[in-house]
């Protein structure tokens, strides 16, 4: 609770924890055995409040809805609270569903509307409540209206894709959606069994569940009709019918009438179709954009619909009144469904993403911008589309005594851009052409440091909050921060002392995309993912999502040639960008898009986790702009079908000195743990890949979670997995050839019962080390991603980004017993860190950097 009497002078008055207890709750865990277990915790994520000045009610996205008195929190003497010190909670309703180890069905919005509640429900759309009993009343969701046919599983009926046992369809009796019987069967009898069957918990899960992840709901009286507009994520903006809302009970429960809808812009796909491509029912795609991508909220101005979208900024809809009749372009049906190079187009292959869509044309309104915003957003029922305005849709808020018409006047709007600060907007949807309909007043961003410009004059602002990565020297902190590519701090005073308040010296250009100066064209760090320092050569490289390694020169820089107020422009030359699939063309059997996470460079050769191609050896020292140069210098795991190093998001490489092999450590994913010789970088080979064992209930089986990070330390490697927390292992045991004729991507094997094995190669680990199974720390969401480590006077720590977590260091000095040594919370989500100077450096995400002594 805070103190905004003074804007100048805001005050934290208090903070609460919000408490929650669910008993008895059955799901499926990662191995597929059926457990039930109690959720109890403390330490609750509120996603929304909603209050009519008595009453407070509560959206937790851990639990469901809660209710209080507003008294109990404001009150002077203090906040009433439960025995464990948490807000007294007069009464609530758990509204989420567990099939698999990951819930749906947390509140993320709440708003009151006359004598209900509406809430946006992530994964299981719209939730309608009433707010005195706090019993659900009504709903809508999208993923089992069996009669829509314009989402992302084309009119799915999931009652005939479930199994059943004595006419007992796996689903759940009240939401619909697959059941723990049903993730239990596909993990157990279609992935280890290789039954044929179909996975409709796995492929919701797994990656369909982002085109019906609501994330913000409005309603509005349109006639006799009452409708509510969902921010449906990648399902685009869905209008519902929801007349009745206000009389609707448990016994008389409204389901909402799915009347039209306007598609999100789709997040940049791979560029094969993506059935077929792999046995795991773990997809390789990564899901972080597809998160943070399409509608993401949602208010109405008379008939007209205001929403932001991901990529496409803000966007205004007319006839909102009547989306049923005019949510559709002028000359639908369109054919989206396109074939890939090579192949025919097929319904159902999601080739490309949006091949559902038939009601609006999505080809893209310019041609030769391979991400320009789709034809549809040009022309109605479209009134407006802005763009992005200063990053990324994320929310937009009107402001008091807003005029949508007028010309001129003060700002009408908000546009919050996420990592991007905010816009006041001034609209005017009244003016004959869409680039007239809107101008952008003011900004605001998200810190107050000066850039440099593309030109190198000290006039761009800089904004953070997409921050993923961090290398530092002992001078500086280099920090990767997606669409704002790399920023430079300066770490030490004039004293040479360390500081905590550091500055922006440098950066690379704050845009995704070139631009030209004269007759020079300055290139970004595009969607900076990552960032590794290589201080023999004065560099630092970039993992830049979709476009590959970027190298940066950072002598000058070093040298101290940038200052605060005056910072040095970074900039990478044609020569410093490696892409096997770019703007320079394509080099032969890598046809895929660049998706480079991780980096080892040793001597002209930089070894790359790339993604779903797996380990790629370029070498640095010839022209990537030629194709033909021999820049890529050898690749394994970019073959078509299952990718044998999954989403490879990590790598090491260790020297055996008594045999001379050169090996690559990687972390493969959720298909664990990769060990490649790359002896011959011209043909590096497979040694084995598997998933650490996993032992539960007198069964053996794999980790659950996805292999992201490894460190070689002595005669150990180390890897980080996101929920089974860190592994060692012997390099011995790795590297042990496997018996003749074992394929190295099939190193162990179930049974045909699902349970026993018929063979299992895979070594044991030496150690492992879970943060939730130290006392106290039971109730963190902690999933261990990227992390460093010093080996100072025989102590090994670890210093690890622990996600929403927060920050953990652990000291592994005994190879067989690690331990906690400190943990601590940050603001968001802890990805990365770099240690300098006896300070921990953290990137969080929408936190920005964290700094720890």
Same mark, same amino acid.
């Given at each position: ?100 180890? /990951? ?89 280890? +069994? ?33 409708? +509510? ?118 319904? %159902?292959? /999601? ?60 700002? $009408? ?34 810190? $107050? ?54 500055? @922006? ?12 100066? %004269? ?19 004065? +560099? ?39 892409? /096997? ?68 998001? %990590? ?33 590096? +080979? ?13 069964? @053996? ?70 943060? @939730? ?81």
């Amino acid at each position: 609770m805070v103190d905004v009497s003074d804007v100048s002078a805001m005050a934290l008055v208090r903070v609460v924890g919000v408490n929650y207890e669910k008993l008895g709750v059955t799901f499926a865990e990662g191995g597929g055995a059926i457990l039930t277990e109690d959720l109890v915790g403390t330490r609750s994520h509120i996603a929304a409040l909603e209050t009519d000045g008595t009453t407070l009610w509560i959206a937790n996205a851990d639990y469901g809805l809660q209710r209080t008195a507003l008294s109990n929190l404001v009150a002077a003497e203090g906040p009433a609270l439960e025995e464990d010190g948490t807000l007294l909670i007069e009464a609530e309703q758990y509204t989420q569903q567990y099939a698999g180890e /990951h819930p749906w069905g947390g509140l993320v919005s709440l708003a009151r509307v006359g004598g209900r509640l509406f809430a946006a429900q992530a994964y299981m759309g719209m939730g309608i409540f009433d707010p005195d009993t706090l019993a659900q009343v009504g709903r809508y969701n999208m993923y089992v209206d069996t009669e829509v046919t314009e989402d992302w599983f084309i009119g799915m009926d999931v009652t005939s894709e479930v199994q059943s046992e004595e006419g007992d369809l796996f689903v759940d009796d009240f939401t619909g959606m697959p059941d723990y019987r049903q993730t239990n069967f596909e993990i157990e009898q279609v992935w280890h +069994a290789e039954v044929d069957a179909p996975t409709p918990w796995a492929d919701f899960d797994r990656y369909g569940k982002f085109y019906y992840n609501s994330h913000d709901v409005a309603v509005a009286e349109q006639g006799e009709r009452t409708i +509510a507009y969902i921010a449906y994520g990648l399902g685009g903006l869905v209008a519902v019918d929801v007349t009745g809302y206000d009389e609707a009970t448990p016994e008389t429960f409204l389901v909402g009438d799915y009347l039209g809808y306007a598609p999100g812009v789709p997040a940049h796909g791979p560029d094969q179709p993506r059935i077929d491509r792999t046995r795991s029912l773990y997809p390789y795609y990564g899901a972080g954009m597809l998160k943070e991508a399409g509608a993401t909220s949602v208010f109405v101005d008379g008939t007209r619909v205001l929403y932001t979208d991901h990529f496409a900024g803000l966007v205004v809809l007319g006839h909102a009144d009547a989306p049923d009749a005019f949510w559709a372009q002028s000359g639908a049906p369109f054919d989206n469904d396109q074939a890939p190079e090579g192949g025919t187009a097929e319904l %159902g292959d /999601h080739f490309p993403d949006y091949e559902w869509v038939t009601s609006y044309d999505m080809s893209p309104a310019d041609p030769d911008d391979h991400e320009s915003l789709p034809a549809w957003m040009y022309a109605a029922p479209a009134l407006l589309t802005t763009g992005e305005v200063g990053g990324h849709g994320r929310a937009v808020v009107p402001l008091v005594g807003a005029n949508l018409d007028a010309v001129g006047g003060p700002a $009408d709007l908000l546009l919050l851009s996420g990592a991007g600060g905010m816009t006041e907007l001034d609209l005017t949807l009244l003016a004959p052409v869409m680039g007239e309909r809107f101008a952008s007043l003011r900004s605001f961003y998200t810190t $107050d440091e000066v850039g440099a410009a593309a030109d190198g004059s000290p006039t761009a602002p800089i904004n953070i909050g997409h921050t993923q990565g961090a290398t530092s020297t002992p001078g500086y902190l280099y920090i990767a921060d997606g669409p704002h590519g790399v920023t430079v701090w300066d770490i030490l005073g004039d004293d040479g002392l360390p500081i905590d308040d550091p500055h @922006v010296v440098g950066n690379t250009l704050q845009d995704e995309y070139p631009q030209t100066v %004269g007759d020079v064209t300055v290139y970004p760090a595009t969607h900076a993912w990552g960032v590794v320092l290589d201080a023999e050569a004065d +560099a630092v490289y970039t993992l830049c999502q979709s476009v590959g390694l970027r190298r940066l020169p950072i002598g000058s820089v070093e040298a101290g040639e940038g200052a605060v107020g005056m910072p040095l422009l970074v900039a990478p030359q044609p020569t410093d960008i490696f892409e /096997h699939n770019g703007q320079w063309g394509t080099v032969e059997g890598l046809q895929q898009q660049d998706h480079a996470y991780d980096v080892y460079r040793r001597g002209d050769l930089a070894y790359v986790a790339d993604g779903s191609n797996g380990l790629t050896i370029y070498d640095i020292t010839r022209d990537p702009t030629d194709t033909s140069s021999g820049f890529v210098v050898g690749n394994v795991g970019s073959e078509s079908g299952r990718p044998p190093l999954g989403r490879a998001t %990590g790598i090491d490489v260790w020297t055996d000195e008594e045999s001379g092999t050169d090996y690559a450590f990687m972390s493969a994913g959720q298909f664990g743990i990769g060990v490649v010789d790359v002896t011959d970088p011209s043909a590096p +080979a497979l040694v084995k890949v598997f998933q650490p064992i996993k032992y539960e209930d007198d069964k @053996v089986g794999h980790a659950d979670g996805r292999n992201v990070d490894v460190h070689v330390v002595g005669e150990h490697v180390f890897f980080s997995y996101t929920s089974f927390g860190l592994l060692s292992y012997t390099i011995a045991d790795l590297i042990e050839p496997l018996p003749e004729g074992v394929d190295p991507t099939e190193i162990w094997k179930r049974g045909t019962d699902g349970t026993s094995l018929l063979f299992d190669h895979r070594p044991e680990a030496v150690a492992r080390f879970r943060l @939730v199974d130290v006392e106290g720390y039971e109730e963190l969401d902690a999933e261990a991603l990227y992390m460093e480590y010093s080996n100072v006077a025989g102590r090994l720590l670890f210093y690890v980004a622990y996600g929403e977590a927060g920050v953990a260091i652990i000291d592994w000095t005994d190879a067989a017993a690690p331990t906690l040594v400190a943990r601590a919370p940050t603001i968001h989500e802890a990805t990365a860190v770099t240690l300098q100077n006896g300070r921990l450096y953290v990137a969080d995400h929408d936190g920005g950097i964290a700094i720890f002594r």
